[in-house]
């Protein structure tokens, strides 16, 4: 997080030394969703996902706006705490109270989104600008996340005041946007003497698909009796001023290694191309340059980009690693929680702009595996960092992260930073919020599968499921006009096996190749619709150093580590000193998981097998919990000699080095989101039917089972 700041070397990242701005020439149309979003709102979850969004409202998502200084004591609410010059607390906190609020319609959240918003728009600068800052502290990147959070309110209150008094401060906002950027990219590009600094000013350039998308929505929905051509002069103008991931996505420049094995002087020229949270946010930011330019190469670039990012740089869960800046695929590295929340939103919205399957696959891979594990089952903590193999989270002397300090991979109020904190609350809000989508003009698709409920004109449609842990997906739908109804089948789904079914008559699905979606008409009245998925065997993905990640539909199992876990008065971030009595609520705690068996293991796969429990009553709560889930899966395991990496489980050995060391022993794998300590790139050996291989010392017996 600290790094940024003092780069020095911006080479690549030069910025155009004239103040020349050439538009193209305009098409006034933006180029339309493939899947058009439903306003915030307009789903409500159900079962399993209610009960999570449910635990962080009122968990410490749920309580920042009493106690938490960089939201409570915000510059952007009158206060004077903020953890860096980009001033982002209090807009990343917005940014995931607002689709949090109103997809739970809690009352108590509604209240602080309602007076956070209330100020902000009452204090709304004379010349349009929102936000605290003046003269060279002006710096764009820290209204976006704000504006996403307008934007929602607004869509909620469609036809209230909110949405007039929103959309009304937004078209004054749009007057000294184009101010700003005519004069020489005021605010968006550095000028020597700003008060913000060199490397924090290019967060708004790498960052600004995330205000385009609120300029579009702008545009397209609130033109009428006002100045169409400003917010599209404005969008180009920042298009043009940006840092073009296009730059960055380019087979000559991408960078596939580890970027821990290459020289500084490589690396550090690509710097806000690499940084971890930037590459989630930016993985959907030319599908929507592309809604104004036109460009259609960028379709391509942006499967190359999701593509390349997920081949080089990231885990079986689906989360980018990158402790703070990428790295490669070694399971000791780390993935920051903004990072995942991120990578999830920028998934949701490729598939709704370019409808390509394999983004809501990787959504669903994110939101049900790599996001949960990185929160304590409360919702009271997360971690900075988690890492494939995490046999414990605590205080390490040593780390192996680029640029993430040593209490990165516990458990906290703010350990490391604090723009997880403020940031993680948008993960299952957003998700919720993108379940389900508009397909042409007459057709619903649950896209994202999960429980919950979408309302659209007179047709409901309400989904009953506790997806991703069963097959079965019920649903109900009341509808008062002939409409097309779509499910998304998963591309791990044996279709010929998976059914929908409707009164007496049951189709195996047929999905459409490129969005997945399967299609049914469903007539006037009220009907129960049944959607069966099969889930085919286990699938091993080979991950490096000759290991493999499990999974089983959406889910990924990891041997789940025995552990206890020890808690304290959370640290404050940078001294890691106790922060004072009182200072936040007494649930909130800083943990610690200390493992308390061996992790060493190498598995066998083909004997695992899968295990669900036979009590048929309602999921768990919290779910993502260790041993709560209702799928688990044992096979055969024996411990190997497997060294350490600076204070963590290094690679393990390959080839002839990697051979039991112990008995044959019967071990348990869980679904990644509830084993918060965990082993996720398994070493495999081929362990014969109930006894031992060359090498090991066990008897054939199963010793003590983990
Ligand atoms: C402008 O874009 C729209 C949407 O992509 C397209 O239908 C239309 O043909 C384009 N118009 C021109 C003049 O290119
Ligand atoms: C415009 O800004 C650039 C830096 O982005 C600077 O080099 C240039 O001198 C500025 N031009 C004017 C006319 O102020
Ligand atoms: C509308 O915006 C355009 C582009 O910024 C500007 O040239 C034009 O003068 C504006 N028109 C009015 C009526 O303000
Ligand atoms: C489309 O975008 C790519 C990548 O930025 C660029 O190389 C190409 O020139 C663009 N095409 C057009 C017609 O502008
Ligand atoms: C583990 O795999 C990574 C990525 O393929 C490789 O760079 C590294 O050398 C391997 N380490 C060992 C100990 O095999
Ligand atoms: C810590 O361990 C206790 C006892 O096993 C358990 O009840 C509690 O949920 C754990 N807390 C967290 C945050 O994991
Ligand atoms: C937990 O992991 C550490 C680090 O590898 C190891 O030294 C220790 O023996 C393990 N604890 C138990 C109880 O096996
Ligand atoms: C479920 O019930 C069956 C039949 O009684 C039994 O064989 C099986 O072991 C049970 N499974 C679990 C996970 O308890």
């Not at 020439?25 to 999570?52: R, Y």
């Not at 552990?563 to 001294?575: A, F, I, V």
């Not at 051979?659 to 022993?665: A, S």
């Amino acid at each position: 997080m600290y790094l940024h700041t003092s780069l020095k070397s911006l080479g690549f990242l030069a910025l155009p030394s004239s103040l020349r701005i050439v538009i193209a020439q305009t098409n006034e149309t933006l180029v339309p969703f493939a899947f058009k979003p439903l306003p915030l709102g307009s789903i409500k979850p159900n079962g399993w996902l209610k009960d999570q969004l449910t635990l962080s409202a009122n968990g410490l998502a749920g309580h920042q706006h009493d106690f938490y200084d960089f939201v409570a004591h915000s510059t952007w609410l009158g206060g004077t705490s903020e953890y860096s010059s980009l001033r982002e607390g209090f807009p990343y906190w917005f940014n995931g109270l607002v689709p949090l609020a109103y997809t739970l319609e809690d009352e108590r959240l509604l209240e602080q989104v309602h007076s956070a918003a209330d100020y902000v728009l009452e204090h709304q600068q004379e010349d349009g600008w929102l936000g605290p800052e003046t003269g060279s502290e002006r710096n764009f990147w820290g209204r976006m996340p704000v504006l996403l959070g307008l934007k929602g309110l607004a869509e909620a209150e469609k036809g209230g005041e909110w949405e007039e008094r929103v959309v009304d401060s937004l078209w004054k906002f749009m007057e000294v946007t184009n101010t700003m950027l005519r004069d020489n990219f005021t605010g968006y590009h550095y000028h020597e003497g700003d008060a913000v600094g060199q490397g924090d000013e290019q967060w708004g350039r790498v960052r600004v698909q995330d205000m385009l998308i609120t300029l579009q929505w702008l545009y397209e929905e609130h033109s009428a009796s006002h100045n169409a051509s400003q917010v599209m002069e404005n969008m180009q103008l920042l298009i043009e001023g940006s840092l073009d991931w296009a730059d960055w996505y380019n087979p000559k420049v991408y960078i596939k290694e580890d970027l821990n094995t290459l020289p500084v002087s490589e690396t550090e020229p690509l710097f806000a191309y690499e940084h971890g949270v930037n590459v989630g946010q930016g993985l959907k930011a030319l599908a929507v340059f592309r809604r104004v330019t036109h460009n259609d190469s960028l379709v391509q670039t942006s499967k190359d980009a999701v593509d390349w990012t997920f081949k080089y740089h990231a885990a079986a869960s689906g989360a980018i690693l990158a402790d703070e800046r990428l790295a490669g695929l070694a399971p000791y590295y780390g993935s920051e929680t903004c990072t995942l929340v991120e990578t999830m939103y920028s998934l949701s919205y490729l598939y709704q702009a370019l409808g390509d399957a394999s983004y809501a696959d990787r959504c669903e891979k994110t939101a049900f595996n790599a996001l949960p594990v990185q929160l304590t089952p409360d919702w009271w903590a997360r971690q900075y960092v988690s890492q494939p193999n995490q046999p414990y989270a605590q205080h390490l002397d040593e780390t192996p992260f680029w640029n993430v300090n040593q209490w990165g991979q516990s458990y906290g109020l703010e350990v490391d930073y604090p723009c997880c904190t403020v940031n993680h609350p948008q993960g299952y809000p957003k998700f919720a919020a993108a379940m389900y989508v508009q397909v042409e003009d007459n057709g619903i698709a649950h896209a994202l599968l999960g429980p919950g409920s979408a309302t659209v004109g007179d047709t409901m449609i309400d989904c009953e499921t506790e997806y991703p842990f069963s097959d079965t997906l019920i649903y109900t739908i009341t509808t008062k006009s002939v409409f097309d109804f779509h499910v998304r089948v998963p591309s791990w789904a044996d279709t010929s096996k998976t059914t929908i079914s409707m009164g007496s008559s049951s189709t195996a699905v047929n999905p459409d190749p490129q969005t997945g979606l399967h299609k049914i008409s469903i007539p006037f009245g009220t009907w129960e619709v049944i959607y069966t998925l099969s889930t085919p065997s286990i699938i091993q993905e080979p991950r490096a150093n000759d290991t493999v990640a499990i999974h089983y539909g959406a889910l990924v199992f990891a041997l789940a580590i025995p552990s206890t876990n020890s808690s304290s008065r959370p640290k404050q971030y940078g001294s890691n000193d106790p922060l004072p009595e009182g200072y936040a609520p007494t649930q909130a705690l800083d943990y610690s998981y200390t493992n308390t068996s061996a992790w060493n293991y190498a598995i066998d796969p083909s004997t695992l097998i899968v295990h669900r429990s036979n009590d048929t009553t309602s999921l768990a709560n919290p779910i993502f919990a260790p041993g709560a889930a209702p799928l688990w899966m044992s096979g055969k395991a024996c411990e190997i000699e497997w060294g350490m990496y600076k204070g963590v489980p290094d690679a393990p050995p390959t080839g002839e080095a990697r051979k039991c060391v112990g008995d044959v022993v019967d071990v348990r794998l869980e679904p990644l989101g509830g084993a918060k300590v965990h082993m996720v790139d398994l070493p495999v050996l081929i362990l014969s039917e109930g006894g031992s291989t060359d090498g090991e010392k066990g008897d054939g017996g199963t010793g003590a089972a983990i």
